[in-house]
């Protein structure tokens, strides 16, 4: 089957980095676009950044200049390089990624990490 596995996420002070990973594995023909989530405590969950399978990136407004969206290829990994961190980015991360498997008959769809908590303090 298709699983999304997170890790990096963490406690950390403001103005201070931390790095996300997740990794795609299982029955996976293809993945198409990659990207992440967040969900702040009473708010509505929203999409951070996404990749697609050609490198092509797009950023909500909040984290443009801060935030960076990479994938790996050949490790079908995404990762969200998080810099000069707000209190206000203290959210649940969710990994997301268009994945084209024989589980899914052989079409595109989604899949979901569990997701990891970034908190920032003041």
């Known amino acids: 089957q298709v699983q999304l596995v997170e890790s990096g996420g963490g406690l950390v002070q403001a103005g201070g980095s931390l790095r996300l990973s997740c990794a795609a594995s299982?029955?996976?023909?293809?993945?198409?676009?990659m990207g992440w989530y967040r969900q702040a405590p009473g708010k509505q969950r929203e999409l951070v950044a996404t990749i697609t399978s050609g490198g092509r990136t797009n950023y909500t407004a909040p984290v443009k200049g801060r935030f960076t969206i990479s994938r790996d290829n050949a490790k079908n990994t995404v990762y969200l390089q998080m810099n000069s961190l707000r209190p206000e980015d203290t959210a649940v991360y969710y990994c997301?990624?268009?994945?084209?498997?024989?589980?899914?008959?052989?079409?595109?769809?989604?899949?979901w990490g569990h997701g990891t908590q970034v908190t920032v303090s003041a």
């Open positions: 997301y990624a268009e994945v084209r498997s024989l589980v899914y008959g052989g079409v595109f769809r989604a899949s």
């Open positions: 299982g029955s996976i023909i293809s993945i198409n676009a």
